[in-house]
């Protein structure tokens, strides 16, 4: 493995200088704007300053668009529907722990790339990054209003919000969260163009059906001591909540990681299968 040279002089100091001065303009309104905490914010800060200075504009849209649109349906939603709000773990700003849960494998694929360049760790980025596009598009979309949600496992009506649940317009969310990642990258695409809409496209509904696929069998679920709700969340109706089902180290973060995971494996999987 040999680190290019570039490391050690004047050029990749201004690639960093550069990255990391628009990741902090970026952080600077998206804080104030409230599409981050604190927290999501210092953590946003060191990922997106390090696909900035290490990947370019190349990898720095695809990124931009999913958190700049995703953070805007939230907002647009919230204000629609505040109520279902209430199953969340997360509300709509996001936190270091869900940054690092969507954006942690880009982060990793940028160095990656850019120690050793090769255009397969730009796929499995774009398929890692239409996969948590898709599902948080899928959430936002389904629950923009009232509609019919499904168990994902046996497809049984269940309450619209509960994790694991699945929906038209959410399916239809997750086909639009897919396809912004496909056009957000297209100009740097290096497969026959089809054949790049297909894979992203595929792997990023497949990541978000997985998200709902964890989020009905393993995913913490707890129930409100107050209305008998079962939600993610710690604190509903203003009281502590008691935990219910799944696995407690499984949480909304390490859901959203995991469908990240399940959408970079597959494109892997996908591109070794077809040459
Ligand atoms: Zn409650």
Redesign the pocket.
């Known amino acids: 493995m040999q680190i290019p040279s570039i490391l050690s002089n004047e050029f990749l100091f201004n690639h960093l200088l550069l990255g990391f001065s628009i990741a902090f303009i970026i952080v600077f309104l998206s804080y104030k704007v409230k599409f981050l905490t604190l927290s999501g914010s210092v953590a946003t800060f060191f990922l997106a300053g390090t696909i900035f200075s290490l990947g370019g504009i190349k990898w720095s849209v695809p990124i931009l668009t999913f958190f700049i649109l995703s953070s805007i349906l939230s907002k647009l939603r919230k204000k629609k529907n505040a109520e279902i709000e209430?199953f969340f773990e997360k509300s709509g700003v996001r936190d270091y722990f869900q940054v690092l849960a969507n954006g942690g494998i880009g982060g990793v694929l940028v160095i990656w790339n850019f120690i050793s360049p090769n255009e397969l760790f730009y796929l499995i980025y774009l398929s890692s990054l239409a996969a948590v596009c898709a599902d948080t598009w899928a959430t936002e979309i389904g629950t923009w209003k009232r509609t019919a949600t499904y168990n994902v496992l046996n497809f049984k009506p269940i309450e619209q919000g509960v994790s694991g649940g699945i929906s038209v317009i959410g399916t239809f969310g997750a086909l639009l969260g897919s396809l912004a990642i496909c056009f957000s990258g297209i100009f740097w695409n290096s497969l026959p163009i089809t054949q790049y809409f297909l894979l992203i496209t595929f792997s990023g509904i497949f990541g978000s059906f997985f998200d709902s696929f964890l989020g009905a069998t393993v995913q913490a679920q707890s129930k409100?001591?107050?209305?008998?709700?079962i939600?993610e969340r710690d604190i509903?109706?203003g009281?502590e909540?008691n935990y219910h089902s799944g696995l407690r180290w499984i949480n909304n973060d390490m859901v959203n990681f995991l469908s990240s995971a399940s959408g970079a494996l597959v494109i892997i999987l996908l591109i070794k299968i077809l040459n």
Request: hydrophobic fraction near 15%; charge should be positive.
């Open positions: 209430l409100c001591n107050i209305c008998s709700k939600t509903h109706c009281k909540t």
